[in-house]
């Protein structure tokens, strides 16, 4: 008896400390999109235990709602974004369970990371998340691909998946020279952003000049232009000098009036860099 009691208390012990931890983080309206937003604050602020608490809420609250939406579908919902947005509760699921996968794998829980990530997969597959730029990206598809990076001990970080942070990283790791990270990095801002810097450049018959934020207006276009210049610079390197030559050449050929701002104050031109080292080689 006094060890069912001792067992008791300790579960309510447990169930008080839960409660003081989370009770701490305001849920505000209660909605899935509110409850996706602040743990996406959180988690840039490295703050497990506030991702752990919105995420679980909104797992809690609308997790039946997005599995009963998951089963309705054969394939990722396309059209107007109205028409994806009407997914609201797999998406705002989906987008959860990433964050928590993210949250746990920043604090070296990388079997926790693995579970939020194959519970993604496996129930809430079509989910998507829209990007503040203006378009959808896929979770699960996300979710596979850190399961394959924790898998094979590859330690990239892809942040918010935006293209300017992705360049950020792919800046950051170029000074180590190791190829297999930067190129992660260069080729992930291709993958998601080349279509859209391709429209960009084609709507062009010159350089954006008139103003700093005309040319920031051309986002993807600068991004994926210096994303090349920084894949060719590991490849050139690393002694790679073909597949160099290659990757400036798609530069210059395809993203010809894509620039990068420098953080002493101007901006200079990719293209331009390329067609240097090209000579150079």
């Not at 709602?65 to 107007?80: F, V």
């Not at 129930?123 to 850190?146: I, R, V």
């Not at 010159?206 to 920084?230: H, M, R």
């Not at 000098?241 to 290659?246: C, F, H, Q, S």
Request: charged share 25%.
């Amino acid at each position: 008896m006094k060890k069912l009691l001792s067992i008791f208390a300790m579960f309510l012990s447990m169930t008080f400390l839960c409660s003081s931890v989370f009770a701490q983080y305001n849920f505000g309206d209660m909605k899935s999109e509110t409850l996706a937003k602040k743990a996406w604050e959180a988690l840039a602020k490295n703050d497990l235990e506030g991702v752990l608490a919105y995420t679980g809420k909104c797992l809690e609250l609308y997790g039946a709602k997005a599995e009963e939406m998951q089963k309705g579908l054969t394939t990722y919902p396309t059209g107007a974004n109205e028409k994806i947005f009407s997914f609201w509760a797999l998406n705002d699921v989906a987008t959860c369970l990433f964050i928590q996968g993210e949250a746990y794998h920043r604090a070296g829980k990388d079997k926790e990371a693995v579970e939020a990530y194959k519970k993604l997969v496996d129930k809430y597959s079509f989910g998507q998340t829209f990007d503040t730029n203006g378009w959808f990206w896929k979770p699960a598809d996300a979710a596979k691909e850190k399961m394959s990076q924790i898998d094979t001990g590859l330690n990239v970080d892809f942040g918010d998946y935006s293209s300017s942070y992705l360049v950020g990283q792919a800046w950051r790791a170029l000074p180590s020279g190791d190829v297999k990270v930067v190129t992660t990095y260069t080729d992930k801002v291709i993958e998601l952003y080349a279509a859209k810097a391709k429209e960009m450049q084609g709507s062009l018959t010159e350089y954006p000049w008139q103003s700093k934020e005309q040319i920031f207006n051309f986002w993807a276009l600068n991004d994926v232009g210096t994303a090349l210049y920084i894949k060719g610079q590991v490849l050139a390197k690393a002694g790679q000098k073909d597949e160099a030559k290659a990757v400036y050449k798609t530069l210059v050929d395809e993203f010809s009036f894509a620039q990068c701002w420098d953080p002493q104050g101007w901006f200079w031109k990719p293209a331009e860099a390329a067609q240097e080292a090209l000579a150079q080689l």
